[in-house]
């Protein structure tokens, strides 16, 4: 873990790792990537990159023509999550 989400902002936030299990075509797998967070306000951002093998989650590779279907698949998140009041950061004039 680099920083503290509670301090952390968009321009300096807390870098961590996340697992859990992600479902996909009705498989579950485990999986953990890096995400980077902040407080805003009463939100809590998370945002983060990670990869996907679809073969594994029972997913084809697609092939037609010229074009095929990576099994890997690049999945962006931007997750905000709304806080309830005790969590909430209140900024200082």
Not at 19 to 34: D, H, I, R, W, Y
């Amino acid at each position: 873990m680099d920083g503290e989400v509670a301090t952390a902002t968009k321009d300096h936030p807390a870098k961590f790792f996340v697992s859990g299990n992600f479902t996909l075509n009705k498989v579950a797998k485990p999986l953990e990537t890096q995400v980077s967070a902040w407080r805003d306000g009463k939100y809590l951002v998370v945002t983060g990159t990670t990869q996907v093998d679809t073969t594994a989650h029972g997913l084809p590779i697609i092939k037609q023509y010229f074009m095929t279907v990576d099994k890997d698949v690049d999945i962006d998140f931007h997750l905000v999550f709304d806080l309830p009041p005790n969590l909430q950061v209140v900024a200082k004039p």
